[in-house]
Each structure stands twice: as C-alpha cells, then as structure tokens.
C-alpha cells in the first residue's frame, strides 16, 4: 500500500506576496487618514483659536463708552499674540472702528495668521452705542 501525495496545505509564495501587498495598502491608507485628520485638527483648533481672540477684542470694545471709541485702525499692541491675546503666537490682531452717527460706532476685528506658508484670517464686525451696547 503506498500514499499519493497529491495534495499540500498551506500557501504558495505568490499568494503570501499577494496578501502583504493587500495589507500594505491597507495600512497607507490608514496612515494617510490618520495624517490627513491630524492636519485637520489641527487647523480647526487654530481657526477656533482666532475666532475667540476675535470675540474677547470686540467684546471689549463694545464695553468702553462710546467717546473713547475714535474711528480709525488699530494694531494690537501685543502682535503677534497667542491664543490668550497675551505677546508671543502666530496671529496678527487689529480693528477698525467707523462712525455710525454721533452715538454709534462700528467695529471690526480682524484676526490673521500664516502657518507653513498659508494665510488664514476671521474677520468679525458688530454695532455698537458703547457701555456694551
């Protein structure tokens, strides 16, 4: 009585190459959306950043009295500030008052950054009669 041996298990080398090229391209293409959601994190967190700075400027301005507020554009004397308004960062802060009438103004503040040869900016604009109005 003798055995045949007709048939192997396991794979052959081409379906083993088959597979790791499978699973590469898998894994790139997990690596690429993890980057890819980093990089968007990332600049969320700086648009939000700018747009609070944006807010507390206005809010700020909108609390004085109304005489104190002379038309004009004005740099933030702390530029460049970080993301508590405070001197050190990567955004550029200034605002424009203009005159709506004896006792109402318009404010804009703007807030502008570069970041890896990029520019972005959020612009915000409000009336106001001073006092928080």
């Given at each position: 009585?003798?055995?045949?041996?007709?048939?192997?298990?396991?794979?052959?080398?081409?379906?083993?190459?088959?597979?790791?090229?499978?699973?590469?391209?898998?894994?790139?293409?997990?690596?690429?959306m993890?980057?890819s959601?980093?990089?968007?994190?990332?600049?969320?967190?700086?648009?939000?950043?700018?747009?609070?700075?944006?807010?507390?400027?206005?809010?700020?301005?909108?609390?004085?009295?109304?005489s104190?507020l002379?038309?004009?554009?004005?740099?933030?004397?702390?530029n460049?500030?970080?993301?508590?308004?405070?001197?050190?960062?990567?955004?550029?802060?200034?605002?424009?008052?203009?005159?709506?009438?004896t006792n109402?103004?318009?404010?804009?503040?703007?807030?502008q950054?570069?970041?890896?040869?990029?520019?972005?900016?959020?612009?915000i604009?409000?009336?106001?009669?001073g006092?928080?109005?």
């Amino acid at each position: 009585m003798s055995r045949s041996h007709t048939a192997q298990g396991g794979f052959t080398f081409i379906e083993l190459l088959i597979a790791m090229a499978i699973l590469a391209i898998g894994m790139m293409a997990a690596v690429s959306m993890q980057f890819s959601s980093t990089r968007n994190n990332t600049n969320g967190n700086i648009v939000t950043q700018a747009s609070m700075l944006a807010k507390s400027q206005l809010e700020t301005l909108k609390n004085q009295d109304i005489s104190s507020l002379v038309a004009g554009t004005y740099p933030d004397p702390n530029n460049p500030v970080d993301p508590d308004g405070q001197n050190g960062g990567i955004y550029q802060r200034s605002w424009t008052i203009a005159n709506l009438g004896t006792n109402a103004r318009e404010i804009t503040v703007r807030v502008q950054w570069d970041r890896l040869g990029r520019t972005g900016a959020v612009e915000i604009s409000s009336n106001t009669q001073g006092g928080g109005v």
